[in-house]
């Protein structure tokens, strides 16, 4: 039985169902958009059609969404002051949603989403629990508790809450 978010997976398909290549170091958690070449043109390619699928067993209507990371330990840069952050550390939460890819913000509703994503960065993916990502950075003051990252430090419990389909069954 599950209460608000127990865990949400999410599945990632490319243009013509190639999967994107894996990167060593890069948790299977995240997105590898560093070295794509799906066409085998011997190019990084610029950009990459993506289809996601979500599937919640929660019993709340989250937020999923994606941010960008700057290495596969979840590193991002705060895009107010620049100072680099590491999961855990205090304004991970707020500069995580604010690198986050807006056109990448579902919910259970949301079912299928396709969309074109630019080459070149890592992705990592969120939840907001029962609430929007704008709803987790006002309410983060008071509490932080609702809001989840595939890496477990900057998760207020410390624990999983984010898998992919290929770690499903591990």
């Known amino acids: 039985e599950y209460g608000a978010v127990?865990?949400?997976q999410f599945e990632q398909l490319s243009e013509a169902s190639t999967p994107v290549p894996a990167t060593a170091g890069i948790s299977d958690k995240l997105i590898d958009l560093t070295q794509v070449d799906l066409d085998n043109?011997?190019?990084l390619d610029d950009q990459v059609k993506m289809?996601?699928?979500?599937?919640?067993?929660?019993?709340?209507?989250n937020t999923v969404g994606f941010y960008v990371v700057q290495d596969g330990n979840?590193?991002?840069?705060?895009?107010v002051s620049g100072k680099t952050l590491n999961p855990g550390d205090d304004g991970?939460?707020?500069?995580a949603i604010a690198n986050r890819i807006t056109d990448l913000d579902m919910t259970r509703s949301t079912?299928?989403?396709?969309?074109?994503?630019?080459?070149?960065?890592i992705l990592a993916p969120f939840i907001v629990a029962n609430d929007t990502p704008?709803?987790?950075?006002?309410?983060?003051?008071r509490n932080m508790k609702?809001?989840?990252?595939a890496f477990e430090a900057a998760n207020a419990d410390q624990v999983a809450h984010i898998r992919s389909s290929s770690t499903e069954n591990q």
């Open 51 to 61: 289809t996601f699928q979500t599937e919640s067993k929660a019993w709340f209507d």
């Open 111 to 121: 079912g299928t989403l396709t969309t074109t994503l630019k080459a070149g960065q």
């Open 6 to 8: 127990d865990y949400i």
């Open 74 to 79: 979840g590193v991002i840069a705060d895009p």
């Open 146 to 149: 609702n809001t989840y990252f």
């Open 134 to 141: 704008e709803g987790a950075i006002a309410r983060t003051r």
């Open 92 to 95: 991970y939460l707020q500069a």
């Open 41 to 43: 043109d011997g190019k």
